[in-house]
């Protein structure tokens, strides 16, 4: 039965996108109370910077044994939330853990100091490089995968030596208060992770709250107002956006993997993932083949808010009328549905859906869906395959079937290729995660991710004056000429 209530004065209600229930009511922070949350963080990050690696990774490493203990009820809290089963809440769990632990263990080794060669004129210095973290990080971050995805830049930030203050999304922010609490927890002494609550008008009001950094993940539409709210401070942002990924199927390929691999990419999470597939190129030898064990496989998987349901509810109301426009404008334009189609949405439940026939500048190939959607168009040879899967403004990621798969993923204008298999590179800690063009910029994950969040300061110290004095005005014409040589044999013969 739905039981939407009104929230309370100056709070938002968030509901269970499956039941309708109330499951939480949270505080609209104000510009005002947003902007006393960083002070406290820049406080809680001078204490946090001072701590050596060591004791930062030991903390965080405490982080990840609580969320492993109670990752049951961390998952209870994202299914109320989101929709999605409690099986694939326990997975985005399991995935966050390797992350925090992976961030804990290498950021010394990745952020510490290092030597940097001087070369010949130099030779008279020893040259260093370390990284400072920037102070306060602001983390906005979407409902799509609301322990995962914020986690990839929060962790990344603390374990730099970050405060953190995290700004979840409006459907989220039981997941994100659950996540600060239990941070808190293990670093009780000050309030390094910080949670603000609120709509997108909170969001806007971190980026001019002075921070010295913001995190963002979400729609392209949204990191444009973001950049937009940045550039007055010349806050400097991480901006990881959506996508509109293929996955390509050579002639080749094990077209029993390709097409379970193509079914998990489009479907999985009700397909409310930025990595998500939302095409399939095909090689025209196998086309037929392929597509009719991909709607085999797909055609198994349903979509509820039941817990037999394999796929959950679209999270987010008002997407569920871009999904059935994209599929109802693909059939006008000339597309076929073969498996689901709008006639099997209900409510906010959309089932699987193939289409097939699409010309190539119908919104359901172009646009973002967001939904459990798949194009599948046969090509004549990868060539094609390549052309029409860079041929969009995104650069997220892609899926490739193909004993050329590495040659072909040389080919692809994205941040991230998966050979052979899905979802592949976030599952691997240090790989960067990030894209191109209308998927934004900057990487999360992997030693580049920890970069993200702390700038280099490079320090050259003199150890004996060296015998050509260059940068001084006592400079002599006998030095001039003698530069003059120098360089003319360095870099004269080339
Ligand atoms: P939105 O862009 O709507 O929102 C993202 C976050 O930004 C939310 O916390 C939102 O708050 C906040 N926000 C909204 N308006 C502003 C503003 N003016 N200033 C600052 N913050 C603001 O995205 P969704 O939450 O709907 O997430 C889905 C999108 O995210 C999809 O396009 C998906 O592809 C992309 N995504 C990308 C990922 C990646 O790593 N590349 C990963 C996951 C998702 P509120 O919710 O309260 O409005």
């Not at 962790?155 to 997941?175: C, D, H, M, Q, R």
């Not at 808190?184 to 609550?197: D, G, I, R």
């Not at 997108?200 to 002075?210: D, F, H, V, W, Y």
């Not at 079914?263 to 086309?287: D, F, K, L, P, T």
Request: charged share 20%; aromatic share 6%.
């Amino acid at each position: 039965m739905t039981t939407i209530q009104p929230a309370r004065a100056g709070e938002f209600a968030v509901h269970d996108p499956g039941s309708g229930d109330l499951v939480g009511q949270y505080p609209v922070h104000t510009a005002a109370q947003v902007r006393d949350t960083v002070e406290r963080a820049r406080i809680a990050g001078a204490w946090w910077a001072g701590l050596s690696y060591q004791a930062r990774g030991q903390r965080l490493d405490r982080f990840r044994g609580v969320l492993a203990r109670r990752a049951a009820q961390l998952a209870g809290v994202i299914h109320d939330e989101t929709g999605k089963p409690h099986s694939d809440a326990m997975l985005e769990i399991a995935l966050t853990l390797d992350h925090l632990a992976w961030a804990a263990k290498n950021a010394p080794k990745v952020l510490g100091p290092r030597r940097a060669r001087t070369g010949l004129m130099m030779a008279n210095h020893v040259a260093t490089v370390g990284y400072k973290p920037y102070g306060v990080v602001g983390v906005i971050g979407p409902w799509n995968y609301p322990v995962f995805t914020p986690l990839g830049s929060i962790a990344y930030a603390l374990a730099a030596g970050n405060a953190v203050v995290f700004k979840p999304s409006e459907l989220t922010p039981g997941t994100g208060a659950w996540l600060v609490e239990a941070f808190a927890q293990v670093v009780p002494e000050h309030p390094v992770l910080q949670l603000v609550t609120g709509d997108g008008s909170t969001g806007a009001a971190l980026c001019g709250a002075g921070v010295d950094k913001i995190a963002f993940t979400g729609s392209t539409a949204t990191a444009k107002k973001v950049m937009a709210a940045c550039a007055p401070t010349l806050t400097p942002l991480v901006a990881e956006c959506g996508g509109k990924d293929a996955v390509l199927v050579d002639a080749d390929a094990d077209l029993d993997a390709a097409a379970d691999a193509a079914a998990w990419a489009g479907m999985a999470n009700a397909g409310q993932s930025c990595i998500g597939a939302e095409r399939v190129y095909v090689h025209e030898r196998v086309y037929e083949s392929f597509l009719s064990k991909l709607v085999a496989i797909a055609g198994k998987a349903r979509a509820g808010s039941d817990p037999g349901a394999q796929l959950g509810p679209i999270t987010l109301d008002r997407q569920v009328e871009i999904i059935r426009r994209h599929i109802d404008t693909a059939v006008a334009a000339g597309g076929r549905v073969v498996l689901g189609g709008s006639d099997t949405i209900s409510g906010n439940v959309v089932q699987p859906t193939i289409l097939v026939d699409v010309p190539e500048d119908a919104p359901a190939v172009t646009e973002e869906t967001f939904g459990p959607t798949l194009t599948v168009t046969s090509v004549r040879d990868m060539d094609e395959a390549v052309e029409l899967a860079n041929a969009t403004g995104y650069g997220l990621g892609a899926t490739v079937f193909s004993r050329r798969g590495k040659q072909l993923a040389g080919l692809l204008r994205c941040g991230m290729v998966a050979l052979d298999s899905v979802f592949s590179y976030p599952r691997i800690p240090s790989l960067p995660f990030g894209g191109c063009g209308d998927s934004g910029f900057g990487r999360i994950h992997g030693p580049d991710g920890l970069r993200e969040f702390a700038y280099a300061q490079s320090v050259a110290r003199q150890r004996f004056t060296a015998p050509l004095a260059l940068t001084t005005f006592a400079r002599t014409p006998k030095t001039d000429a003698l530069v003059a040589k120098v360089m003319t044999l360095l870099h004269g013969r080339h």
